[in-house]
Structure formats: structure tokens, C-alpha cells
């Protein structure tokens, strides 16, 4: 087979290719009226993983969709990362995947039709394992190579996962290590050794898929996954859509390893900078050690949950036999000056 190195044909890495969260919020608004639909249940207000719409029955449907240029210079992984990513956002809101069809750019001047086969195989492959099928796409000619999903699921609306759902005094965990935007662009800056990113790799292609079984326990009220906007961004989603604020302990928060070593070195991912630049003023001051570390752009990243009290003893115990062994590293508080407190 064709032997290349993706990242060289793209000017992003995975979810660091994400617009800013302040861009986004701009480019978001309208003039434009919007008809109001009863049925949908959950849409972009609250900066949810996924729609859900009533069907009726005591269910909704679920619909999402997500893409990126390559993070990783193998194909086949490339292909796997992607499919694991986009399949989050159905796990965060405590859904089940049914189904899904791929979004698919390719350079045709500059790269084969055979190292395009290997990205949708790794799709396919990721697919596979959560069980539902790959059933269809549409593909386009592309500067940069692109590869994602549109994903289909179903949740039960009473285990419905929202970010309006967080309350006061709820215990916070992350289910997969921080570090992977500064991993990958060490990579991309040819600074890595080898075996360091494979740690990274092994958690970009870990289905999310304990989420809907996390859902169903009583006192689990609120998750999302960690991607692009960082940790402190995507917990800043949460706070502002159920009124509150946080603290994180930053010596408790999982890192892969080596992350300190490359941040050290420099391999800081522009969509760090930028996630700073959109939220930084909403977070307590920070090093610049928390500052680059909590701001980094996640691809493929952990399950951010809010976890009651009452809860914690049936949290661990099913984490436990997921094999992961979790410790609070923050907790939710009463609306303060700063959304999020770093400590």
C-alpha cells in the first residue's frame, strides 16, 4: 500500500481545525425568525452534542454530525479517529448510535483513491464496533483531505444528557487524559519521539460508548465530551447553560504521557490559543502551564460528567468495571464572578 503522511496535506490537526468559540457564537447569530418546533427538544441554544427530536413515544431522536483534516499521518487511523469522535456526541447525550453516513473531501490530484479506501475502511472499521452500519456518504474533491460523520441515535428522554441539566454541588469527572492538541502537533512539528503519541492514538479510537449506561444512573445529570473547545470550554458550556459556575483542581486532572515534556518544548496547538482568546476571561487567572493545558484542543477526547453525591458510589463502581478509575477533579458551585475557578 501507498505509504504518506497525511498531516502534511492539511493546515489543521483534527479538532483543532474547529472554528474559535467566539467566531462561531458570531457567525450563529441571525435576523432571520425562527419558527418555534415543539418536538425538537434539544437544538443549538444551549451548545448541546446533538439535536434531539420528540418522536412521541417517550424517545428522541438524535442527529449530529462531525469532520476534520487529518491528526495522525496513517489513513486507516485517521479514519478510525474520525468515526470515534463524531459517534461521541450520540454517547455524551446518553443516546444509543443506530446509524451513520460519512462527509468526505479528498484531494484527488495529490493523493490516491487507494489511501482514501484505507480512511473509510478505519471508519468502517469504528462502525463496526459501535455496532451500526456505515450506510452511505457524499464526497467532494477538496483542497485538504476531510473525513467525518453524520450519526443517527435514539436516547429515552427521561435519560436525556443536557447541559442546561447541571446543578450546585455536583462532582466532576473526566473520563479519558487531557493532552492530545500538544501531542499531535508535536508530531506535525516532527518533534516527537517515537511511541509517545501512541498513548494519544489509543485514546482518540476509544468509543465513548459507557455514556448511555452513565446516563441511567440515578444523580448523573449532566455530560458532554471534551473536544475542540478544550476542557475549560466545554465545561464553560455546561456552567452558562445551567446558571452556575465550577471549580477545577488542576492537580487532578488526568494528562497522557509526555504532555508536560512536549508543552515544554513548545508544541502548543493554535486552537489552544484561540479557546483562551474566546473564554479566558470568563476562567480565574491561570499559569500558563493551566492555561495550555486546560485550553487545548481535544480530538476524540473523555466524557465530561456531573456527578451528585448521592450518585458517586454506583458512578465508580460501573467505571470501575469499564476498567477506569476516576477522581473527582472539580465540582459544580453557585453562579460566581468567574464561571470556572482553576485551583
Given at each position: 500500500?501507498?505509504?504518506?503522511?497525511?498531516?502534511?496535506y492539511?493546515?489543521?490537526?483534527?479538532?483543532?481545525?474547529?472554528?474559535?468559540?467566539?467566531?462561531?457564537?458570531?457567525i450563529?447569530?441571525?435576523?432571520?425568525?425562527?419558527?418555534?418546533?415543539?418536538?425538537?427538544?434539544?437544538?443549538?441554544?444551549?451548545?448541546?452534542?446533538?439535536?434531539?427530536?420528540?418522536?412521541g413515544?417517550?424517545?428522541?431522536?438524535?442527529?449530529?454530525?462531525?469532520?476534520?483534516?487529518?491528526?495522525?499521518?496513517?489513513?486507516?487511523?485517521?479514519?478510525?479517529?474520525?468515526?470515534?469522535?463524531?459517534?461521541?456526541?450520540?454517547?455524551?447525550?446518553?443516546?444509543?448510535?443506530?446509524?451513520?453516513?460519512?462527509?468526505?473531501?479528498?484531494?484527488?490530484?495529490?493523493?490516491?483513491?487507494?489511501?482514501?479506501?484505507?480512511?473509510?475502511?478505519?471508519?468502517?472499521?469504528?462502525?463496526e464496533?459501535?455496532?451500526?452500519?456505515?450506510?452511505?456518504?457524499?464526497?467532494?474533491?477538496?483542497?485538504?483531505?476531510?473525513?467525518?460523520?453524520?450519526?443517527?441515535?435514539?436516547?429515552?428522554?427521561?435519560?436525556?444528557?443536557?447541559?442546561?441539566?447541571?446543578?450546585?454541588?455536583?462532582?466532576?469527572?473526566?473520563?479519558?487524559?487531557?493532552?492530545?492538541?500538544?501531542?499531535?502537533?508535536a508530531?506535525?512539528?516532527?518533534?516527537?519521539?517515537?511511541?509517545?503519541?501512541?498513548?494519544?492514538?489509543?485514546?482518540?479510537?476509544?468509543?465513548?460508548?459507557?455514556?448511555?449506561?452513565?446516563?441511567?444512573?440515578?444523580?448523573?445529570?449532566?455530560?458532554?465530551?471534551?473536544?475542540?473547545?478544550?476542557?475549560?470550554?466545554?465545561?464553560?458550556?455546561?456552567?452558562?447553560?445551567?446558571?452556575?459556575?465550577?471549580?477545577?483542581?488542576?492537580?487532578?486532572?488526568?494528562?497522557?504521557?509526555?504532555?508536560?515534556?512536549?508543552?515544554?518544548?513548545?508544541?502548543?496547538?493554535?486552537?489552544a490559543?484561540?479557546?483562551?482568546?474566546?473564554?479566558?476571561?470568563?476562567?480565574?487567572?491561570?499559569?500558563?502551564?493551566?492555561?495550555?493545558?486546560?485550553?487545548?484542543?481535544?480530538?476524540?477526547?473523555?466524557?465530561?460528567i456531573?456527578?451528585?453525591?448521592?450518585?458517586?458510589?454506583?458512578f465508580?463502581?460501573?467505571?470501575?468495571?469499564?476498567?477506569?478509575?476516576?477522581?473527582?477533579?472539580?465540582?459544580?458551585?453557585?453562579?460566581?464572578?468567574?464561571?470556572?475557578?482553576?485551583?
Open positions: 500500500m501507498e505509504s504518506v503522511k497525511l498531516t502534511e492539511s493546515h489543521g490537526a483534527g479538532c483543532g481545525c474547529k472554528i474559535s468559540p467566539m467566531l462561531l457564537d458570531e450563529l447569530e441571525t435576523s432571520i425568525e425562527v419558527s418555534p418546533y415543539p418536538a425538537l427538544l434539544v437544538g443549538n441554544s444551549d451548545k448541546d452534542d446533538a439535536a434531539a427530536f420528540d418522536l413515544n417517550g424517545t428522541s431522536v438524535l442527529s449530529t454530525t462531525d469532520f476534520f483534516m487529518p491528526i495522525v499521518d496513517d489513513a486507516f487511523t485517521f479514519g478510525q479517529i474520525a468515526a470515534t469522535n463524531a459517534l461521541s456526541d450520540i454517547y455524551a447525550m446518553g443516546g444509543k448510535p443506530l446509524m451513520a453516513i460519512s462527509i468526505f473531501g479528498w484531494p484527488i490530484d495529490k493523493l490516491s483513491a487507494d489511501v482514501a479506501k484505507q480512511v473509510i475502511d478505519g471508519g468502517r472499521s469504528i462502525c464496533e459501535a455496532n451500526i452500519p456505515l450506510a452511505g456518504g457524499h464526497s467532494i474533491d477538496s483542497p485538504e483531505p476531510i473525513f467525518g460523520l453524520a450519526v443517527t441515535g435514539l436516547v429515552e428522554n427521561k435519560h436525556l444528557m443536557q447541559n442546561s441539566n447541571a446543578k450546585e454541588n455536583c462532582h466532576i469527572f473526566l473520563t479519558k487524559p487531557l493532552g492530545i492538541g500538544i501531542l499531535s502537533t508530531q506535525k512539528q516532527k518533534k516527537i519521539e517515537e511511541g509517545d503519541i501512541k498513548p494519544a492514538i489509543e485514546a482518540m479510537t476509544t468509543l465513548n460508548k459507557m455514556g448511555p449506561d452513565l446516563a441511567k444512573l440515578d444523580g448523573v445529570i449532566a455530560m458532554t465530551d471534551v473536544t475542540g473547545f478544550g476542557l475549560l470550554g466545554h465545561l464553560v458550556e455546561i456552567c452558562e447553560a445551567s446558571n452556575i459556575s465550577s471549580e477545577i483542581y488542576f492537580d487532578k486532572v488526568p494528562l497522557l504521557p509526555k504532555v508536560e515534556k512536549y508543552r515544554q518544548l513548545g508544541c502548543i496547538p493554535g486552537g490559543k484561540k479557546n483562551f482568546r474566546s473564554y479566558g476571561s470568563k476562567i480565574s487567572e491561570m499559569t500558563q502551564q493551566q492555561r495550555e493545558i486546560l485550553c487545548d484542543a481535544q480530538t476524540s477526547g473523555g466524557l465530561l456531573m456527578v451528585e453525591e448521592h450518585a458517586l458510589d454506583n465508580k463502581a460501573m467505571t470501575k468495571q469499564n476498567n477506569l478509575h476516576l477522581e473527582t477533579i472539580g465540582k459544580t458551585t453557585s453562579k460566581g464572578d468567574n464561571i470556572v475557578e482553576v485551583i
